[in-house]
């Protein structure tokens, strides 16, 4: 039975060594004295470098960023190689000959380290979007994470606002917008374009175009974003749907240069970034909601206490005082004085009455859940004609108007603010509020407010702006439009418009009858 020796290296001649170097997955090249050129490229390195040993030896070694040696041993360096990433360990070997010999090993890492940033933007935007100030704030730290662990060249997300419109909301690189790049999809849109958000929007599915950029340039119904496309250099655009609790909420888009579309990984990738950031979307939402129900049972709190406190103490005042009025007027002896005291006291308390009353129904207006807006309108109307001794007529259909509670809720308030606001400012005489269905299949909804007070300039830089913009922001959610006529010294028109609002079963008569 033989024993095996430990042959030593060196031993084994120069073919060995040779072949060694070739079979090494690692790329090996020795380069020159000076180490300015290549002398010899193992087949790992050739592959590495995308070139021919017969082209390597005649190109400059600085052409490939690759060191040369000159940094000490084992000084690692990372280099840039088109979009790939190369590691780099230079050496300097001592041989029988003259000079030492130059060499550079190397190796691709563009998928390792592109891995790691990929791992290191998990974690880093799981914390930004926890943290996050704002959903604009957690998708802009997001998008910029993205960026910096991918090839892309600027990302951008886009977010389903509540009139049905996308929304630039977190971006970042050489993303090619500018303030009316929204107005400008619009535009594209209603020329017919093939809107590729829109699309990945309805289907759920991702997309990815080589070339979207020259497609759009060559198509005139993306002739609003041409001036924009021509100062970018992308080349290919990935869409990936933002999916939460099976329903999508937007739309992420990746730009990349030519040459650098995503891989399958990449996507993998976006894919995930695309859920966090639908989480991160639905949790902003749910939060809105939660803390417009907290401040609405706050508001729902406090018109019970103030019904169960104070207005039932001012009820008790307006009996008592009452009961002391006719004492004072059955006495033996008549007290003109204190007679008349009571009933100015009494009026008083009546008239605080009164105002609770409608402070109450204005923070709790359950008519408004039990009967409906227009019955909410007409008691809200008698409220104030109790409280301010002002006229307010009331035009609306006799029957219920086919709302969700949300749409309501809002209608009321724009209602509620129109004409407290005639009251409290336009010094008003007398109030309109007109409620109608429109358009040709009455399943438009006019709302007006009128009134024949003093007016004022709707464009003025009024403190607050007498509620105009929360009303119109409300209008707004709804799809609807939102106007004031008014002018110094003239009366107030303030109108809401929403389309296509009222579903109606086919027995309800559309129209309706005024009164």
């Known amino acids: 039975m033989g024993h095996s020796s430990n042959v030593p290296l060196e031993s084994m001649g120069l073919p060995v060594l040779v072949e060694l170097v070739e079979s090494a997955v690692e790329g090996i090249a020795v380069l020159s004295p000076c180490g300015e050129r290549f002398q010899h490229v193992n087949r790992a390195g050739c592959h590495i470098l995308g070139r021919s040993l017969e082209e390597l030896l005649s190109s400059p070694v600085a052409d490939f960023s690759l060191p040369a040696a000159g940094a000490g041993p084992d000084a690692v360096a990372v280099v840039a190689l088109g979009d790939r990433e190369i590691e780099c360990v230079p050496a300097v070997v001592p041989t029988p000959l003259d000079e030492p010999v130059r060499v550079v090993r190397f190796r691709d890492v563009t998928d390792a380290r592109r891995q790691e940033r990929r791992l290191k933007a998990f974690s880093r935007t799981s914390a930004s979007i926890a943290f996050a100030e704002s959903l604009t704030t957690g998708l802009d730290s997001l998008a910029r994470n993205v960026r910096h662990a991918s090839a892309m060249e600027a990302c951008t997300f886009l977010i389903m606002d509540d009139q049905g419109e996308l929304r630039q909301v977190g971006t970042y690189g050489d993303y090619p917008g500018t303030p009316d790049y929204e107005d400008r999809l619009k535009a594209c849109r209603e020329l017919g374009a093939p809107l590729l958000s829109a699309q990945v929007f309805e289907t759920g599915k991702p997309v990815v175009v080589e070339g979207w950029r020259e497609l759009t340039l060559a198509d005139e119904r993306f002739a609003p974003l041409h001036e924009i496309s021509q100062r970018q250099s992308w080349h290919t655009i990935a869409v990936l749907p933002l999916i939460v609790r099976g329903s999508t909420v937007g739309v992420f888009n990746g730009f990349y240069l030519k040459g650098s579309q995503p891989s399958d990984s990449d996507l993998a990738f976006l894919s995930a970034i695309a859920d966090q950031a639908a989480v991160a ?71 605080a009455l009164a105002e609770m009353r409608a402070l109450i129904f204005q923070l709790r207006p359950e008519t408004l859940h039990e009967e409906g807006l227009i019955s909410a309108v007409r008691r809200h109307a008698a409220a104030i004609e109790a409280r301010h001794h002002i006229p307010v007529l009331v035009e609306c259909p006799q029957h219920s108007l086919p709302l969700l509670p949300e749409q309501e809720t809002n209608l009321f308030r724009v209602v509620s603010e129109a004409v ?62 939102f106007t004031v006529v008014s002018a110094p010294g003239q009366p107030t028109t303030v109108r809401a418009l929403l389309p296509g609002v009222l579903r109606f079963p086919d027995d309800v008569t559309k129209e309706g009858t005024m009164q």
């Open 281 to 351: 979307v639905d949790n902003a939402r749910m939060l809105v909601q939660l803390e417009a129900k907290a401040a609405l049972d706050e508001r729902h709190r406090l018109a019970r206490d103030l019904h169960d406190s104070v207005s039932q103490a001012l009820f008790s005042m307006t009996l008592r005082s009452r009961a002391v009025q006719m004492l004072a007027e059955q006495a033996r002896y008549p007290m003109p004085e204190v007679t008349a005291g009571l009933t100015e006291l009494r009026d008083l308390v009546q008239g």
């Open 420 to 481: 407290i606001n005639a009251v409290k400012h336009a010094e008003a005489q007398r109030l309109r509020v007109h409620i109608r269905c429109e358009g040709t299949d009455g399943r438009d909804l006019l709302i007006e407010v009128c009134d024949d007070g003093q007016g004022f300039d709707p464009d003025a830089p009024y403190p607050g702006h007498l509620g105009l913009v929360s009303m119109s922001e409300r209008i707004a959610r709804l799809g609807g439009t």
